[in-house]
């Protein structure tokens, strides 16, 4: 496996699944800390499962998720079944951290 460093953008453009197959949304963008660690902490995804998100998201772009809850990027980026649960919760109730996932 190559574990050499890899540019931001080759993120942007790859879909998002959950561990069992369920598409979530495409990266359209990704949030950096670059004050203190120059890392990736969220991304910006468009093209949303409306399955998923239906009328949560009929006046917004799409959601951030954050990267914490990445499993594997290769060809998709996998994140954990768990967090749709999350990000659902999370869409529906006020958002105190702004680092945690927010609609974009």
């Not at 093209?47 to 990267?67: A, C, H, M, R, S």
């Not at 594997?72 to 702004?98: C, K, M, S």
Request: charged share 25%; proline share 4%.
């Amino acid at each position: 496996m190559d574990e050499s460093p890899q540019k931001i953008t080759t993120l942007v453009g790859r879909e998002v699944y959950s561990n069992e197959g369920v598409f979530v949304g495409e990266v359209a963008d990704v949030r950096l800390d670059i004050v203190d660690r120059h890392a990736v902490t969220g991304l910006a995804l468009a093209q949303v499962n409306q399955e998923l998100f239906g009328d949560l998201l009929n006046t917004q772009k799409g959601i951030i998720l954050p990267y914490r809850w990445v499993r594997a990027v290769g060809d998709v980026i996998l994140i954990n079944d768990v967090t749709l649960h999350d990000v659902l919760e999370e869409l529906t109730q006020p958002n105190e951290d702004p680092e945690d996932s927010a609609i974009a």
